[in-house]
């Protein structure tokens, strides 16, 4: 084993591991903040990269092909939040159906074919395995992806705290208080779940050029790796007192720690087909360590020591 | 201000479990009006409640609020006139956020949530005077997350929030139940001060029937789904627990039946 070829390689982890901490972000908000598991995702984060890359085939700038992209995938957040509020179908349900409505979907916008390559001497892209090392320092991937998150955290700190952002938290935390308090809990669950797919399609949108082209199965198991970046960043920086602004800065540490320890196996002579597995099984543990703690560690009440009501 | 004509509801129709919750209530309220309800189990007093809220429709039957009829208008929408509190401490609340951040979304409640920010320095400090009424020492504790909060500094929390913007009609459905008898004393102590203070239109309802004699200015008790006995004023002032018990045997024919009633 050479230890040369995994350090040249983990630029490239890390850069792969932002943008699928910006994909995680998105999953944050619907897991974590609306309490909502949607696979929609695993349907956007093949969309938004089959869209942007299109549009850039089609002689489009970047920055319109990825704000198309961000647009597929609200409107894919947006399919899922209706069958779910307005036809009562449970959330998981509704998002598999988008999911798999998402799959055919996808192949038409990439013209029926199963990936739509990009060429980085021709096209002027925002990122690329080809930009981690020998250019410009502006041009690089790792700062580029560093900037985009920085400047979608500022974004997401924002609006989470306005009146509608807020309402949004309220629903997740707590549905029968928010109706009360006169929130439309359907719409902000709808809002919630469109502002997740569209990070996630952007995200997409990004990887998609980062690898060169875009393939219809590039979402599969996504839910798991941003589910995955999120419970990691969790565990790794949950000590740590922040705002909400830490909160989403650790989900995307999270996913970098994530295609880091990746690197490492793969290095350690892991087969490559294995990995979904691997990934599997590490979040399942992870999902599985709070509850297990709670049920079999904690520390019996007193008898007679109970605090009032 | 409030003017419930004829309302019904029946669960699971046309199943085995069918069960007739409200049948031909009426009730009408007067601005300013305390209502204290008791009933048996089952008898159809939270239903009563969540019908006017609007967690679900009526099946038929009208609710009017200051004139307004609401018999179909959504939850959310109704929430603009109402302030409720829950029986349990925890619906009322969202646990995951802050004292403050709880405040600043009831104080929207009925108002458009755009884009502006969710809570401003002005709002903190009437938030930081109005938790002073409370009197639990929350005034010095706006950012600590309600999850942190014992049951009773939840529920006198919860009060506060649906009061906040003055509701045309505030909803009590046994706010002090699920607290002990001190905490209890002292969140109903703080119902009738944020009450009296805005002469606000309410409608409580107990198990502990000394408690439905002493507060308010009028006492309804109900039984299957409807209202069997309506006492206001002076002769509710004189009422004794054994009048109440007596009437119920009267107008019900049955014995009162309802392990959580308190007689004291």
């Known amino acids: 084993m050479n230890i040369m070829a995994l350090i040249n390689a983990l630029p490239g982890a890390c850069a792969q591991g932002l943008i699928w901490g910006i994909?995680?972000?998105?999953?944050?908000?619907?897991?974590?903040?609306?309490?909502?598991?949607?696979?929609?995702?695993?349907?956007?984060?093949?969309?938004?990269?089959?869209?942007?890359?299109?549009?850039?085939?089609?002689?489009?700038?970047?920055?319109?092909?990825?704000?198309?992209?961000?647009?597929?995938?609200?409107?894919?957040?947006?399919?899922?939040?209706?069958?779910?509020?307005?036809?009562?179908?449970?959330?998981i349900l509704a998002g598999i159906l988008s999911q798999l409505?998402?799959?055919?979907?996808?192949?038409?916008?990439?013209?029926?074919?199963?990936?739509?390559?990009?060429?980085?001497?021709?096209?002027?892209?925002?990122?690329?395995?080809?930009?981690?090392?020998?250019?410009?320092?502006?041009?690089?991937?790792?700062l580029i992806a560093v900037v985009i998150i920085a400047v979608l955290i500022a974004l997401l700190y924002w609006f989470f705290g306005t009146e509608l952002g807020c309402s949004i938290r309220a629903t997740g935390s707590n549905p029968n208080m928010s109706r009360a308090q006169g929130i439309n809990t359907d719409l902000t669950k709808i809002i919630g779940l469109m502002l997740s797919n569209g990070i996630v399609a952007?995200?997409?949108?990004?990887?998609?050029?980062?690898?060169?082209?875009?393939?219809?199965?590039?979402?599969?198991?996504?839910?798991?790796?941003?589910?995955?970046?999120?419970?990691?960043?969790?565990?790794?920086?949950?000590?740590?007192?922040?705002?909400?602004?830490?909160k989403l800065v650790s989900v995307a540490l999270g996913g970098v720690i994530y295609y880091l320890v990746l690197q490492v196996v793969l290095w350690l002579g892991l087969n490559a087909n294995d990995l979904k597995l691997v990934s599997a099984t590490v979040v399942a543990i992870f999902l599985a360590i709070p509850y297990l703690k709670g049920k079999h560690f904690s520390k019996p009440v007193k008898k007679g020591g109970v605090g009032n009501a | 201000m409030?003017?419930?004509?004829?309302?019904?509801?029946?669960?699971?129709?046309?199943?085995?479990?069918?069960?007739?919750?409200?049948?031909?209530?009426?009730?009408?309220?007067?601005?300013?009006?305390?209502?204290?309800?008791?009933?048996?189990?089952?008898?159809?007093?939270?239903t009563m409640l969540n019908a006017i809220a609007g967690t679900w429709f009526v099946d038929e039957g009208s609710i009017l609020i200051d004139g307004i009829d609401v018999t179909r208008l959504p939850e959310h929408k109704r929430a603009a006139y109402l302030g409720r509190v829950f029986q349990d401490p925890m619906t009322g609340t969202a646990a995951s956020m802050q004292i403050e951040e709880n405040l600043a979304l009831a104080s929207r409640r009925g108002k458009r949530r755009s884009l502006r920010i969710g809570i401003t320095a002005k709002e903190r400090e009437r938030y930081r005077e109005q938790l002073q009424?409370?009197?639990?020492?929350?005034?010095?504790?706006?950012?600590?997350?309600?999850?942190l909060l014992s049951g009773g500094q939840r529920q006198a929390l919860t009060l506060l929030m649906a009061t906040l913007r003055k509701p045309k009609l505030l909803l009590l459905d046994e706010h002090t139940a699920a607290l002990d008898p001190k905490t209890a004393a002292k969140v109903l102590e703080a119902t009738d001060k944020i009450v009296g203070k805005d002469n606000l239109t309410t409608i409580m309802i107990t198990h502990n029937m000394k408690d439905a004699i002493v507060h308010g200015n009028r006492l309804v008790m109900m039984h299957e789904g409807h209202i069997i006995y309506d006492v206001s004023g002076e002769e509710k002032k004189k009422l004794t627990v054994s009048d109440l018990l007596r009437k119920f045997e009267e107008a019900s024919g049955s014995e009162f039946a309802n392990d959580r009633m308190m007689l004291a």
């Open chain 1, 202 to 246: 952007f995200a997409s949108g990004l990887y998609a050029q980062y690898q060169g082209f875009a393939d219809i199965n590039a979402g599969r198991g996504a839910i798991v790796i941003g589910l995955a970046a999120v419970i990691i960043g969790q565990v790794v920086f949950g000590r740590i007192h922040g705002n909400f602004a830490f």
């Open chain 1, 23 to 91: 994909m995680a972000i998105g999953v944050f908000i619907t897991y974590r903040i609306l309490d909502l598991a949607d696979l929609t995702v695993d349907g956007t984060m093949c969309t938004g990269g089959a869209v942007c890359i299109m549009m850039m085939l089609s002689g489009h700038n970047v920055w319109v092909s990825l704000l198309a992209a961000f647009l597929a995938g609200m409107l894919a957040g947006l399919v899922t939040g209706l069958l779910h509020t307005a036809f009562g179908i449970p959330a």
């Open chain 2, 2 to 46: 409030l003017n419930i004509h004829r309302i019904s509801k029946t669960f699971n129709a046309g199943t085995v479990n069918e069960k007739r919750a409200l049948s031909g209530l009426e009730l009408h309220l007067q601005e300013g009006d305390f209502v204290t309800v008791i009933g048996g189990n089952g008898a159809g007093k939270s």
């Open chain 2, 133 to 147: 009424i409370l009197e639990l020492g929350l005034e010095n504790r706006l950012t600590t997350g309600v999850g």
């Open chain 1, 101 to 142: 409505g998402l799959y055919s979907i996808n192949l038409r916008i990439m013209d029926n074919k199963a990936n739509q390559a990009v060429n980085v001497d021709k096209y002027d892209l925002l990122v690329s395995l080809r930009y981690i090392k020998g250019v410009p320092f502006y041009k690089n991937t790792l």
